[in-house]
Each structure stands twice: as C-alpha cells, then as structure tokens.
C-alpha cells in the first residue's frame, strides 16, 4: 500500500497548482480568478460590494474527532456565504487561507477543498484564490465578496417599532448535534440510546456538520420587499436579537409559543434529558435568517418564500423602548438573557 503524501512533502507552488487543476464553479461575474496576483469580478448594476471573513481554528471552531475535513470545508463556507445572505446579498467569489502544519496529508486538504467547493459550485460562488502558509496550529479562513441591492440591504440597525419578527427554518438542531458529537462516545457505551443506524444518526447531525445557508431565501426577500432588520443566527437566537435590539435601538418582544423548535432538537433532547427551548435560544451555527419586516409587507414576504418552499415563522415584534423580552403561555412578559456564544480573543 502507498504511504498518504504529506503536505510537508510538496511545495506551495505544487499544491496551488492541484487545487487550481479542480473543476471551477461557473460564474459569470469573474474575470480573472486563482492565477494571477489578484482577482477580478465584475458587480451586477445598481448593487455594491459586500465582504466578510471569517477563521476557523482547530481546537477552538471544530474537533477532528467529531468531523471530517470536508465537513470543515463545508461549515467554513456556510457561515461566509450565510453573512452576504444576512444583507440580503448574492456571493459571487471565495478567498481561501490556510495555516497548514505539515502534518495534514494531501487527501485531507483535497477534501477540505470538496467541503468547500460542494457548498460553493450551488451558489455559483467561484474559489478564486487565497494564501497557504506553515504554522503551529491548522486554521483556514476565508472572505467571501458578493453584491447586494445598493437601495435595498439588510442591516442590524434596521429594526423599526411595529415591524413583524421572523425567522426562516427550525431553530435548536445545530446545537443540539454538536452536544450529541460530543457526548457520542457515553452514548454508544449505553446500549440502547441512539440506534447504530448510520443514515438515522446523520440525519440528527446534519444541521451541525452540514448547515444550509439562507441565500436564496434572503434574494428572494430582497426582490420582493424592503428589507430592515436583516442577521444571520449565527451565536444563537437570544444573541442575534439582543444585537438587532442594540444596534437599532429598539425593544423586541418575543412569543414563545411561536419559536419553531427543530424536530431534531426535541429527540435529542429527551435522548440528553435537556430543555430543547434552550437549544433554540440559545444555541450557535444555525445560519438561519432573523429578520424584520412592515407589517404591511408580510403578505408579499410570505408569498415570496413559500414560492421557493422556503418555512419562516412570524416570532414577535419590535417596539418603542430597549431590550429583548420572551412572552410565554400564560402571557407574562420576562427580559432574555443574552446567552448565545461569545467570541473572545486568547
């Protein structure tokens, strides 16, 4: 059998020209992609740019244990693409950087490529180029360009009083699953309490290993109304609306009869013995939508995201005053602790 190549074993140059030999997603707003010093794109009229970026670092962002490198591929490029889709934007191209330690083999980075590239190539999003360096500790980041609507973009600070609450999906099973991952070792050990069925347990890790994010539902809400208060649930639902509630300097008010708790939430949680409410407020790497719209758009909002077979859900609304409050069965009112995942440097 043939030893795996190391990465340590091929030049820069050498492993660029491997990636670059793989199929590219076809885009009409390139030029010039992974080649030359820079990239070139061209911007649809009547938009502007977006950028974001984001870096994911073993040990702290994801666990190799728990996931493979094309899942880190793919969950790396959700939560880019995920940001442009929160201003109601269209990703057109990706940036890719990694801290490699020379431990990775070829075939690891071949298939942290196909994460991305799998994720990328249903978007038309084109990988464009980026940077490959040695370091200690393996790490990638991406930064992914697109184009919004320069009269139309969703903003954190755009939350008006009298605007309708809403969020696209089921909200719970990303936490949920990375609490399974984590757990998954115990639970194997107990006969018994999750089947050995591999097609039944991916489906209840999907959410976390595989995320979705929201760009043609955000496209679609920004062709058929006015955007306001536009987020990504990204650290959790309780912190994306305290960041909605700040940033626009309004109250939220929240019904909590009205959260869509994902079905796989609630059988993990009875599996754990946890509260699924708490996965849904609380928990991170959904990549839902959160949004706000006028009352008066609902109808138009609704027939726009139901027409791609897109679920929303229509959660509270904003009001004159601060802060973000949960509403439960019996009608009384109670602040929302700000609970989701804090980012804090080392």
């Known amino acids: 059998m043939a030893m795996a190549e190391k990465i340590s074993d091929i030049s820069e140059f050498g492993l660029i020209q491997r990636i670059r030999r793989a ?22 009229p009547g938009c502007v740019g ?13 666990d190799l ?30 940036l890719i950087s990694l801290t490699l330690t020379g431990s990775q083999r070829m ?3 071949v298939q942290l490529y196909s994460g991305m590239r799998a994720l990328a190539a249903r978007y038309r999003v084109a990988i464009a180029g980026g940077d490959i360096v040695g370091g200690r500790e393996f790490s990638l ?67 976390q290993l595989r995320p979705e994010p929201r760009i043609i539902e955000a496209q679609a809400l920004a062709r058929a109304v006015t955007l306001h208060g536009m987020i990504d649930i990204s650290d959790g639902l309780s912190s994306e609306l305290w960041h909605l509630s700040r940033e626009s300097r309004a109250a939220i008010i929240v019904d909590q009869g009205a959260l869509p708790i994902g079905s796989q939430a609630v059988k993990i949680s009875r599996l754990l013995g946890k509260d699924p409410l708490n996965y849904c407020l609380h928990g ?43 509403v439960d069965a019996g009608g009384r009112m109670s602040p929302l602790e700000d609970r989701g995942y804090k980012h804090r440097p080392s």
């Open 284 to 326: 991170g790497e959904e990549y839902e939508l959160l949004f706000t719209l006028a009352s008066k758009d609902l109808s138009k909002a609704g027939k726009a995201l139901k027409k791609i077979g897109a679920t929303y859900s229509l959660i509270g609304q904003v009001a004159a005053g601060r802060g973000v409050w949960l």
């Open 65 to 94: 244990r728990y996931c493979s490198y094309a899942d880190i591929g793919w969950k790396a490029m959700a939560a880019n693409l995920s940001d442009i889709a929160a201003m109601g934007g269209r990703p057109l191209l990706a």
């Open 141 to 207: 980041t991406l930064t992914v360009l697109g184009e919004g609507q320069e009269d139309n973009l969703g903003r954190r600070s755009g939350a008006r009083p009298g605007d309708a609450v809403l969020v696209t999906g089921a909200l719970g099973d990303s936490a949920a699953g990375l609490e399974l991952l984590q757990a998954k070792g115990l639970f194997y050990r107990k006969a018994g309490m999750i089947p050995r069925d591999q097609a039944r347990e991916a489906r209840l890790l999907k959410k």
């Open 23 to 44: 199929r590219r997603a076809p885009n009409r707003n390139m030029i010039l992609g992974i080649g030359d010093d820079a990239a070139a794109f061209r911007l649809s």
């Open 50 to 62: 977006l950028a974001t970026t984001d870096t994911l670092l073993q040990g702290v962002h994801f």
């Open 107 to 109: 075939e690891d980075i």
